[in-house]
């Protein structure tokens, strides 16, 4: 049990370098253990262990320094040769709510970090609320 926590904190350590948001905002998702789960079900465990083990080192090599873990992170995970590309598929669950082009549940397409990155809703859930079409959009600056 204690092995799977310190797993699950490695996820969540390494999918803030994965997906740039911070660890608030991802546990504010709500969906992080769903997610973990997902990947230790859906890969061989091994491989999820290894993947794991690797971004411990890279996490702990380099603490502190953003920009040396995001280069170990470019070469040492992301390469679909590595993993079998299970740094780019976090990084979509994370974003999209799916694995493997799969919606997860339907939380997982509400709490999509996407739609926060768009500035706008889901369609279907999470509704701005009454009137607020009359407000203008946020403009890109």
Known sequence: MESNKKAANTFLDISV?????????????GMLETYFNVVMNMNNVALVESFLAESEKILAKNQGNAEKINNEILHKLMPDSLY????KNIITMWYMGNWM???INPQS?????????????????????YASWASAPNTVK
């Open 101 to 103: 082009n799969t919606v």
């Open 109 to 129: 397409y509400v709490q999509g970090l996407i739609w926060g990155v768009a500035e706008t809703h889901p369609p279907g859930a999470k509704q701005p609320g």
């Open 84 to 87: 079998n590309g299970l740094a």
């Open 17 to 29: 370098f994965l997906t740039g948001f911070n660890k608030m905002e991802l546990l504010g998702t």
